[in-house]
């Protein structure tokens, strides 16, 4: 199969021939906001498990189902819970994922055999345009093969899927870039099951105390059962095995000079680049700068593949704010090899 870029900005036909494909039962890489997404039509199993076989993607991982509008969930789900009307008037469109008991017309394909769906009111336009244009609600997973660092530009999407799926909408790199927060409100408490571009803070001022998963902060052996089957697998991971190392600046990058050898690389904020002379550095903004290192993280552990560094030392920020879904991205990437200061 071909892959074909469209480009909405110069091309005022790119966004019907994408709809197209999807109404023909395609797969289509489309930016979001938060990163980019492998989509399909979620109400068409057959379409839904091209995505599977393009990410090889394990068959019990559900996928996240995105709408164009607020009103598209009633469709989907029976039951909407008042807490979700509420996250939805303070949080969407924007990058978080609710988790609520799933309708009938949502296909095992999506939801994998569990009786909740996650749903996405995503903002970015063409995302929205997407969807409205093909008329169905659209399946998308993060459009990296699977195990890799997730995709915020059209090329790292071309990277992984060139000739696995029909097309992709170019629409520039992802401005939030880490994936949307997940949390689940279909138990007796809301429960964050993935951090991202919503703060745990930001949850707990809409819905009072929420429960943490503990897949956020340790490794999941592979036959334990988890809220969200996704945080189990290896995950955003490089080539090179990742150290990750949490403490101060200062004082991570002392420790990683002292241990890095001249093979390795180093992941590091901006202004600790310069400290790290004569080994491969990639920086991700300046260690008080979170968003910047949102939108840098997957691309930065991407550039890594490009070379042959034995081992990658990452400095982490702390788990406050946006913090806690960067750090998450980096821990994960490590296999939960963390060195605490
Ligand atoms: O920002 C995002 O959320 C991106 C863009 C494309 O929208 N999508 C994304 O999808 O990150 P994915 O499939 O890479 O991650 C979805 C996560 C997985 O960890 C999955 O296990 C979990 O959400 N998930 C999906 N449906 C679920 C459900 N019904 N119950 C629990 N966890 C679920
Ligand atoms: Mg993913």
């Not at 195990?147 to 790199?173: C, W, Y």
């Not at 004569?278 to 991407?302: C, K, W």
Request: overall charge negative; some cysteine.
């Amino acid at each position: 199969m071909k892959t074909v870029i469209l480009s909405p900005q110069s091309d005022k036909t790119a966004m019907q021939t994408a709809a197209t494909l999807i109404k023909a039962g395609e797969v289509v890489g489309m930016p979001t906001e938060t990163v980019y997404g492998l989509a399909a039509n979620a109400l068409n199993g057959a379409a839904v498990e091209k995505i599977f076989r393009a990410k090889g993607r394990p068959q019990d991982n559900p996928l996240i189902v995105h709408i164009a509008d607020f009103q598209q969930i009633y469709d989907l789900c029976p039951h909407v819970p008042d807490s979700a009307a509420r996250l939805a008037e303070a949080f969407w469109p924007g990058p978080l994922t609710m988790i609520v008991p799933k309708g009938d017309c949502i296909p095992n394909e999506v939801s994998c055999g569990l009786d909740t769906v996650g749903i996405r009111l995503p903002s970015h336009p063409m995302a929205r345009e997407l969807i409205r244009a093909a008329g169905v609600p659209l399946a998308a997973p993060s459009a990296n093969t699977s195990g890799r660092p997730s995709t915020t530009t059209a090329e790292h999407v071309l990277n992984d899927m060139d000739g696995k799926i029909a097309a992709i909408l170019d629409g520039g790199a992802c401005g939030v870039g880490v994936e949307s927060t997940v949390v689940s409100l279909a138990g007796e408490k809301p429960r964050l099951l993935r951090p991202g571009g919503i703060t745990l803070e930001q949850l707990e001022t809409v819905l009072g105390e929420v429960e943490v998963d503990r897949a956020l902060y340790e490794k999941i052996s592979d036959d334990t059962r988890v809220s969200a089957p996704g945080m189990k697998y290896r995950h955003y991971a490089p080539k090179a095995p990742v150290t990750a190392v949490r403490g101060a600046p200062a004082e991570s990058a002392a420790y990683i000079l002292a241990h890095a050898a001249r093979a390795d690389g180093v992941l590091c904020f901006d202004e600790c680049a310069a400290a790290f002379a004569g080994l491969f550095v990639v920086s991700f903004g300046r260690s008080d700068d979170l968003p910047t290192q949102a939108r840098e993280v997957f691309d930065a552990l991407r550039a890594f593949d490009e070379t042959d560094v034995h081992t990658i030392w990452a400095q982490c920020p702390s788990d406050e704010g946006l913090g806690l879904a960067v750090s998450n991205r980096i821990k994960k990437a490590a296999g939960f090899h963390i060195i605490e200061l």
